[in-house]
């Protein structure tokens, strides 16, 4: 068996070990590459894992356009999770629409208003959450896991694509004829908020399109927990969705 086929086999085999002994488990898309392999692999095999997604109400239109090639493509739902109307009122009327370029603590607010409260939300009751992180991605993550204790939401949290390198994630994409977010082919390796998201030029750490405005050490919005901690980032890249 190839490399390749080595991983794709363990990660089929991580999601099935989820279904058969960490339900129920919800996957959180965020309609990118890798998270697109996992749905395929999930829908594909009829695993019962609910998928769902952070609809914050910035995201791009291409982005949102996903959410229907996918129930085109696999006939399936994603769940969407929208944050507190009140909460983003109150923001924007004290604040305005677009103050998380004024500070770190608004940026931060406002990811905790759109993202993180919502993400508590959707795992609410589970016992295990996936992801489509990889080590990969950022020199935050050389340590990822496929399967990690997550303290702060109590429960198991997988990354099962956590070894998979950029190459895999689009092999499997292009073999499979996966639906894919059509930004990844304008220079957008890595996809979030449209607000917060740019596209990066060659050479660029994958990351670098993500609130390029800020330190790089204060880039975190709080959705991924390491040994019950946020991650704190020392490299031009970020530990976040
Ligand atoms: S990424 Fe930007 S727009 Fe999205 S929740 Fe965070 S600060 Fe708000």
Known sequence: MSVFADKLSLTLHTLRRIEGEFSPAVFASSLAAEDMVLTDLILNNQLNIEIFSLQTGRLHAETLGMIERVKAHYGKDISLFLPDE????????????????????????????RKVEPLNRALAGKAAWITGQRKAQAATRTEL????????????????????SEDDVWHYIR???????????????????????????????????????????????????????????????VAAE
């Open 175 to 237: 073999s499979n004829a996966v639906p894919y977010n059509p930004l990844h082919d304008k220079g957008y390796p890595s996809i979030g908020c449209e607000p917060c998201t740019r596209a990066i030029q060659a050479g660029e750490d994958v990351r670098a399109g993500r609130w390029w405005w800020e330190n790089p050490e204060s880039k975190e919005c709080g959705l991924h927990v390491v040994d019950g901690k946020l991650i704190r980032i020392r490299a031009a890249s």
């Open 145 to 164: 896991a496929i399967q990690e204790d997550d303290v702060a939401h109590g429960m198991q949290k997988f990354n099962p694509l956590a070894d998979w």
């Open 86 to 113: 009140q909460a983003v009122n109150d923001y924007v009327t004290r604040h305005g629409l677009n103050a998380f370029y004024d500070s770190v603590d608004l940026r931060k607010e406002c990811c905790r208003i």
